[in-house]
């Protein structure tokens, strides 16, 4: 690590005054790149930066202790004020990521040492900007924070299109293709915990969000999110990455795999990715552009009515001929109107405003079109998940989830979006029930009505003033419902297909949706505890969908089959009366005397004979869930049965063996 009184004479030689640079010779200062911004930037940040190296001409030179300046970024960065992530923003303003990180990594790859520095510093630059925050939750909104939070996210887009402009996946392909060789029983703990570093860098990146000036580009262009998926498929990233979801050896790193795959069709609609080579798609396409360039034709002659249309003071007053106001006159109106549709009495009305805490949920941001050639390389990909490691990566995800081993409460989520998506993709591109076996079962309906009963509780549990936690249970519970509606899609397919198998198997799964008061009170539960201001219209109408589509299987069922749903009837409560003795209950008395006739007797003569074997009676069984009063009190009994049967054998038996367990009775 550079000591203090060496950064500091970094610093003053990087941010000398330009009017001392001709006295000074050319050996003695590191050439000063402009491009750096050192305004407000602590100088051990500047001293440190400037120590990692800089570029000759068009090669990037570490300097020599570049190793140790990135652990320094990396301190400086633990030790960061969380409530504004001073330390972070300072190393962006200084595009420090693309002016020495990046290319360090891209240069100096072979070199393990910087490489590992390299993943370690990139894993906390790379953080979610709302991970990267520390502070408490108030109901009033923090503009400042919130400031913050787009700062942050901002830089995270840069460093998004710088990492594709580098070609950084090709390095991290390399060091990922190494790992991997080396299988699980030969790597290191420092080797498993470098290529969970990989992942996590890659899922950073991948969750940076689209900013709106990429929102509204047209779709023929190919956004940041877009070239950084083709890199990935480019340098082989994600072959490596579906190794590692289909590998039964790497089962700790599946619900990483499966959130970096959910990450990478984000923002992808499956039914437009399956469709892509067909005269569908380029109809639709055609009517959505269509449709685009009359919306915009609409608005242009709005402006221009606007413009010429004079004011409404000069409009006069008219008469609506067949329209009677209260009186039983015409109605007076005091705008000129064409037509009377466009008649309104709404306009003076004062419209109705909500509260934060009462404003009706919003929709998230609509899925993007994007080019033909990013949605054939997807296609491309998708079906080749589906026909690798798609049934393998679910069934280990579901096992992970069901032991509780999931690292976040999200992991659900990703579970939930990856059936949803693949199942949808399945089953417009053609049905193929092999493909998605392990999500089409008895077993994974049920589990995703455990989970969506749990989204269900969890939202129910909070109060209103926590509404952005309802809001994101919410949201969870959208995926769940998704999940689920495309699950009843693909079962109504197997139920018309041509195969005897595939309509057993929808059979038996129908058998039991129908017949389970779980399944049949879904709908309605859910319909009942709607909130506009919880949950999004989107959500809404997955919900109807789903409930259309349940009933109208049932009634398809119904057809053919005979349903019986038992209803159970409330039973008024009897008053307990007393218990009335058994008539076949024997007194004391009358016991005392069966005792005295020729039972006595009997009993004397056995245990005068002495051999009494008690080998083949148990008195008390240690498995039992009975205590061993309670087991003494029934071996009690089972002596007073043996006796009044006239077996003295057994009962003399059994008396001796009980002598054994309880001495003192």
Not at 461 to 486: D, I, N, P
């Amino acid at each position: 690590m550079l000591r203090r009184s060496q950064k500091k004479q970094w610093y003053q030689r990087r941010v000398r005054d330009p009017t001392d640079m001709d006295n000074a010779e050319e050996e003695d200062l590191p050439p000063l790149d402009s491009s750096h911004n050192f305004d407000s930037i602590d100088p051990d940040i500047v001293a440190t930066i400037a120590a990692l190296g800089s570029f000759e001409g068009k090669k990037y030179v570490k300097g020599e202790e570049c190793a140790i300046c990135i652990g320094d970024l990396i301190k400086f960065l633990r030790i960061e004020n969380r409530k504004d992530c001073d330390i972070r923003r300072q190393l962006a303003r200084t595009k420090v990521m693309e002016k020495d990180l990046l290319p360090i990594l891209t240069t100096y790859y072979e070199e393990q040492e910087i490489v590992e520095a390299m993943m370690r510093l990139l894993v906390n630059l790379t953080m979610p900007a709302l991970l990267c925050f520390e502070r408490e939750e108030t109901r009033k909104k923090d503009k400042i924070f919130e400031g913050l939070c787009l700062e942050v996210n901002n830089h995270l887009r840069h460093y998004k299109s710088q990492f594709v402009l580098f070609n950084a996946m090709k390095v991290f392909s390399s060091q990922l293709g190494r790992l991997l060789e080396l299988g699980k029983t030969n790597r290191t703990d420092d080797d498993d915990l470098m290529l969970e570093r990989l992942l996590i860098i890659i899922r950073n990146i991948l969750h940076v969000p689209a900013d709106s000036f990429e929102d509204e580009q047209l779709h023929s262009s190919l956004s940041v999110h877009d070239k950084l998926v083709l890199s990935l498929i480019e340098y082989g990233v994600a072959d490596l990455l579906f190794y590692l979801c289909g590998s039964r050896d790497e089962e700790q790193h599946c619900l990483l795999s499966l959130e970096i795959i959910s990450l990478i069709f984000r923002d992808f609609d499956a039914s437009t990715l399956a469709r892509q080579n067909t005269n569908l798609d380029n109809i639709k396409i055609d009517e959505e552009l269509k449709q685009i360039k009359l919306k915009e034709d609409l608005q242009k002659q709005k402006r221009l009515n606007m413009k010429n249309s004079r004011h409404s003071r000069f409009g006069g007053t008219f008469v609506v001929k067949g329209k009677k106001s209260i009186t039983d006159k015409d109605l007076i109106y005091h705008k000129n109107i064409k037509k009377i549709k466009d008649l309104s009495f709404d306009d003076e009305k004062t419209i109705k405003r909500h509260t934060g805490y009462n404003a009706i949920a919003e929709d998230s941001a609509s899925k993007r079109l994007s080019t033909a050639q990013a949605r054939s390389a997807l296609q491309e990909l998708a079906q080749k998940f589906l026909d690798v490691c798609y049934n393998p990566l679910m069934k280990k995800a579901k096992s992970l989830l069901c032991r509780g081993q999931g690292t976040a409460d999200c992991d659900e989520s990703f579970y939930l979006w990856a059936c949803c998506f693949f199942m949808e993709f399945n089953r417009v591109i053609g049905f193929k029930l092999e493909l998605v076996a392990e999500t089409l079962s008895s077993d994974t309906f049920s589990y995703i009505l455990q989970i969506i009963f749990k989204f269900h509780e969890e939202i129910k549990g909070f109060s209103s003033r926590m509404a952005h936690k309802m809001k994101l249970w919410a949201k969870r519970l959208h995926f769940a419902v998704k999940a689920y509606r495309e699950m009843l899609e693909n079962l109504a397919l197997m139920q018309i297909s041509k195969d005897s198998k595939i309509k057993s198997i929808s059979g038996v799964i129908q058998n039991i949706i129908f017949y389970q008061q779980e399944y049949r009170e879904l709908p309605t539960t859910l319909l009942k505890q709607f909130n506009r201001t919880i949950f999004t219209k989107s959500y809404l109408i997955d919900l109807v969908e789903c409930t259309h589509l349940y009933i109208k299987m049932l009634e398809a069922y119904t057809k053919s089959n005979t349903l019986i749903v038992q209803q159970t009837k409330k039973v008024a409560k009897k008053k307990k009366r007393p218990v009335k003795k058994k008539k076949n209950m024997l007194s004391e008395r009358e016991m005392q005397e069966m005792w005295d006739g020729d039972i006595e007797s009997e009993v004397m003569k056995i245990l005068s004979a002495g051999s009494i074997s008690t080998s083949h009676v148990r008195p008390f069984d240690a498995s039992s869930d009975y205590s061993m009063e309670q087991q003494r009190v029934v071996c009690k009994h089972s002596i007073q049965d043996l006796l009044k049967s006239g077996s003295f054998d057994e009962a003399v038996a059994l008396y001796k063996a009980a002598q054994e367990v309880w001495p003192s009775s």
